[in-house]
């Protein structure tokens, strides 16, 4: 059974900087993709990052590309997503997320994701 569990999340100022992590558990070893993803309130949920497990390849959405970072370490079974320059608007529960058997156009889409974690807030605010 895949678990996941995110942390790192917290209160950080305008244009600072904030980690999170996302331990997994039972990932099987072909996982296709991990993934970051988010929800504002009142905002439907928002691709933000992903990573090809194996290959390493990394996709951003535009509203994060150049601040944000995701990485793995395949032998820890742990996903990163490093923020810097974060914005008020980046503010939203961050969750990670799985996806076992996708493909790489689908990526993007959360409704291919299998197994999420139960989310860690993120609060962007002076």
């Known amino acids: 059974q895949v678990q996941l569990v995110e942390s790192g999340g917290g209160l950080v100022q305008p244009g600072g900087s904030l980690g999170l992590s996302c331990a997994a558990s039972g990932l099987p070893f072909n996982t296709y993709a991990m993934g970051w993803f988010r929800r504002a309130p009142g905002r439907e949920r928002e691709f933000v990052a992903a990573?090809?497990?194996?290959?390493?390849?990394?996709y951003y959405s535009d509203s994060v590309k150049g601040r944000f970072t995701i990485s793995r370490d395949r032998a820890k079974n742990t996903l990163y997503l490093q923020m810097n320059s974060l914005k008020p608007e980046d503010t939203a529960v961050y969750y990670c997320a799985a996806d076992r058997n996708g493909i790489l156009s689908t990526i993007r889409d959360p409704n291919v994701y299998e197994h999420w974690g139960q989310g860690t807030q993120v609060t962007v605010s002076a």
């Open positions: 990573i090809r497990w194996a290959a390493g390849y990394t």
